[in-house]
């Protein structure tokens, strides 16, 4: 059962956001925290669209909403696939790719809806009493971030070792230093670089939407009610080229990762015939 520790008197006022998410409850012994409650919120509201969708049967001649949807989908595929350059490739790349824009764009969107960040509650957090906010946006907590990012970069190498093989994959990052000592020096970089990719992807994404929750406390501070509407559009904007940067680094990433190393093999082969 859901409880709290919080005292139940809710209030609506501005409170500066924090680098870490606020626990607001209990289940059992799980911890509740306001950017897991508003994650929550987002797969309920993609899983509505999608029941919805499915009891429309797919239907030779769509209703509003099926053509809505189709519309969403052929859109982003083509776009994907423009990028990618192969069809075939876009298929086996799009439900993940397509999965992780669509569910960073509602998380990033729902994080500027009336309540979110205004919405309050007095708890203690980290070892001080604040009004802590009920709802914020999934992303502004760099564990959700990173979570994504681990998701995208481990796929990635999934993807690699189906295409290519688990040792041929392998081999692009470990390579025997008495057989190709400048080949094995590349393979630890491509290695670390993997690994960055972690980094960059959680921090970018975090940094984004921490700075825009900062833009607009600052802003609704100062000149409250209007001057904060166009930073709310601006916010709109960001949440969706952030998303769109996330789920194209990791469409190129896949690419390179099933068909860059067999390009590399093919020309380190070259070498070797007289």
């Known amino acids: 059962m859901f409880t709290t ?4 008197s809710f209030v609506t006022s501005l409170t500066a956001p924090t680098l870490a998410s606020e626990t607001i ?3 059992g012994a799980f911890d509740v925290r306001n950017t897991m409650l508003m994650a929550w919120l987002a797969m309920i509201l993609l899983t509505i669209i999608a029941l919805a969708l499915w009891k429309t049967k797919y239907k030779q001649i769509p209703g509003r909403f099926q053509c809505l949807m189709e519309i969403v989908v052929e859109g982003l595929f083509d776009f994907f696939d ?3 350059g192969d069809r075939e490739q876009t298929r086996r790349f799009f439900p993940l790719v397509a999965t992780i824009f669509i569910f960073l ?4 969107w729902m994080g500027i ?3 979110v960040g205004s919405i309050t509650i007095e708890g203690i957090h ?3 009493t604040i009004a802590i906010p009920v709802f914020r946006s999934m992303n502004a907590d760099v564990n959700m971030t990173l979570a994504i990012a681990m998701i995208s970069v481990t796929m990635t190498q999934v993807f690699g070792m189906t295409a290519l093989g688990l040792f041929p994959y392998a081999s692009k990052f470990f390579v025997p230093p008495w057989r190709d000592p400048i080949g094995s020096f590349v393979g630890i970089l491509e290695l670390i670089a993997e690994c960055a990719k972690i980094i960059s992807f959680t921090f970018r994404l975090f940094g984004n939407i921490f700075a825009g929750e900062v833009l607009l406390v600052v802003i609704a501070f100062l000149m409250p009610y209007i001057a904060p509407l166009p930073f709310l559009g601006l916010e709109l904007f960001v949440g969706l080229i952030q998303a769109l940067v996330f789920a194209l680094l990791t469409l190129v990433f896949l690419q390179m990762a099933t068909a860059a190393h067999s390009g ?3 020309d380190q082969s070259a070498h070797f015939v007289p």
């Open 105 to 108: 764009l509602i998380g990033n």
């Open 126 to 128: 980290e070892g001080h």
């Open 25 to 27: 409850g209990y289940l």
């Open 113 to 115: 809806l009336p309540g």
């Open 264 to 266: 590399a093999e093919h």
């Open 5 to 8: 520790s919080r005292r139940l």
């Open 82 to 84: 423009s990028v990618v």
